[in-house]
């Protein structure tokens, strides 16, 4: 019987499906200069869809719902509104981009990928998890080698194919080890199974290596991100900027759920492995981005180590029988971390977006000037690196507060002294981004006559976004509060 609160659990998700239909049917009766309308349609759709679902949407307790393939609590629902946030934003993005911002295609794409994103965020079974990431995966393929004529986009659709196919694979193998196993493909159930001592421990962290392959690929962490620079430099920018928000914050709900509460009581092992591979990404990340040329390149080293930083909230997670449910810092810090991170990262390669537009350029000695040539770009450029960089009063610096501090509560105190050397790293690289846009000038210094006029969809999603990297600073309560009882509904 199809219940109310089985409706309530996949709302977003009908909602998401009526708006890609609905572009379906209306977007080829468009002329071709009306096109980029799809994309007011697409962010206009997603920002109603997004408060549709607060109001009718919103869990109670935890429940399993569709035969135990789902379960409705608010982490999950907390993750379905940011990445519904991050598609709307990069919707408004996607609408002036030269080749790809006119093509109702591109946009049915990110809805797809979204519909996926959503059920990784909720799934509790391996096969509604296999499928969901599958789902959220291939339209990004897609949208990675969007741009046919342009080899670079060509050749990131198919590394990002090639890698991401191999990945999946060995994750699936890891699945069905799990089933084989354990005789069960319920997360919630296989806690007790690896818990009851049928199970050795050997086979527990050989199943916990394979899935993690799969993960790890999601999230761009060493050594699983050397897809990542190229792909990012060669996707169309917005599609960039999704990828490196919202698909790795998919990535990390999923293992949160998924090592939370499968392999609970094996957490002071997993979380060695996680600490070591925390540390050599962060590491990575930093050292590697110090010597790029190209924005993007950097921007994708960045988010390399960025992963690392959220995975110091992954491994600050702490039995229950250590901490009581109400001082467990790592799953929430993990939760507002993504948030801070999503809106700081949409801004950056907004920003970036908004100048190649115009100038058609990606290497950093171009933005030499840029402050001159449209102040309120270069303070928004500002914002998103300082926030990136970890300076208040932006969001970046709350976030890492919380996942330092989780980690500290944990005892890897080792572990966050290596996160701040590389905080010092990344603040090094930031800056010396942010020399070119107020220091430098371009070489005839007119840039009075080289102006980087923003257009409407660019203007509100910059706003919206710059916004949110400063509430996330300052007004940090209310977002922790949601991000620690949507973390509390994992058990």
Request: net charge negative.
């Amino acid at each position: 019987m199809f219940t109310q609160v089985m409706f309530a659990s996949i709302l977003p998700e009908i909602l998401i499906l009526i708006l890609a239909v609905l572009l379906l049917c209306v977007e080829p009766f468009w002329k071709e200069d009306q096109r980029r309308n799809a994309g007011w349609l697409t962010a206009g759709g997603l920002f109603l869809a997004i408060i549709v679902s607060l109001l009718f949407g919103q869990p109670g307790e935890p429940t399993a719902v569709f035969g135990n393939m789902i379960r409705f609590d608010w982490l999950g629902f907390f993750f379905k509104i940011l990445f519904m946030f991050s598609a709307a934003v990069t919707a408004l993005l996607l609408m002036d981009h030269e080749k790809a911002g006119h093509r109702g295609e591109a946009y049915i794409m990110l809805l797809a990928s979204l519909l996926g994103m959503n059920l990784m965020a909720v799934s509790a079974d391996l096969i509604m998890l296999y499928l969901a990431i599958e789902t959220a995966s291939i339209p990004l393929y897609i949208l990675a080698g969007f741009l046919l004529a342009d080899d670079r986009s060509t050749e990131a659709g198919f590394k990002y194919l090639l890698f991401g196919t191999l990945a999946s694979t060995i994750m699936l193998y890891g699945f069905s080890l799990i089933f084989g196993f354990a005789g069960t493909t319920n997360l919630y159930q296989l806690a007790e199974m690896f818990t009851s001592g049928d199970i050795s421990a050997l086979l527990a962290f050989s199943v916990f290596a394979l899935v993690l392959v799969g993960i790890g690929f999601k999230l761009a962490i060493v050594p699983f991100q050397f897809w990542a620079p190229d792909v990012y430099q060669g996707s169309p920018t917005p599609v960039a900027g999704f990828l490196s928000t919202a698909s790795k914050a998919a990535g990390f709900a999923v293992i949160v759920r998924f090592f939370f509460v499968a392999f609970p009581d094996f957490a002071p092992s997993w979380t060695v492995i996680l600490a070591a591979l925390s540390a050599i990404t962060m590491t990575v990340g930093n050292l590697l981005a110090l010597s790029q040329t190209n924005i993007k390149r950097l921007l994708a080293y960045s988010s390399i180590a960025h992963a690392g930083y959220a995975l110091i909230g992954v491994v600050a997670f702490l039995p229950q029988s250590d901490l009581s449910n109400t001082e467990q810092l790592g799953p929430a810090s993990v939760v507002f971390y993504l948030a801070a991170y999503i809106v700081t990262n949409l801004l950056a390669f907004g920003v970036v977006m908004a100048f190649s537009r115009v100038t058609g350029l990606e290497d950093i000695k171009d933005y030499a000037g840029m402050s001159r040539r449209n102040p309120w770009l270069g303070l928004m450029m500002l914002a998103a690196f300082l926030s990136l960089a970890g300076m208040p009063p932006f969001g970046g610096f709350v976030a890492k507060v919380f996942v330092f501090a989780a980690g500290v509560q944990a005892g890897y105190t080792w572990l966050i002294i290596v996160g701040i050397l590389n905080s010092i790293l990344g603040v090094y690289y930031y800056l010396n981004t942010m020399k070119f846009v107020y220091l430098y000038r371009m070489p005839n210094e007119d840039e009075e006559n080289h102006p980087i006029p923003l257009t409407r969809p660019y203007a509100i999603a910059l706003a919206i976004l710059a916004i949110g990297v400063i509430l996330v600073g300052t007004v940090f309560a209310p977002w922790f509060s949601w991000s620690d009882a949507a973390a509390l509904n994992l058990f």
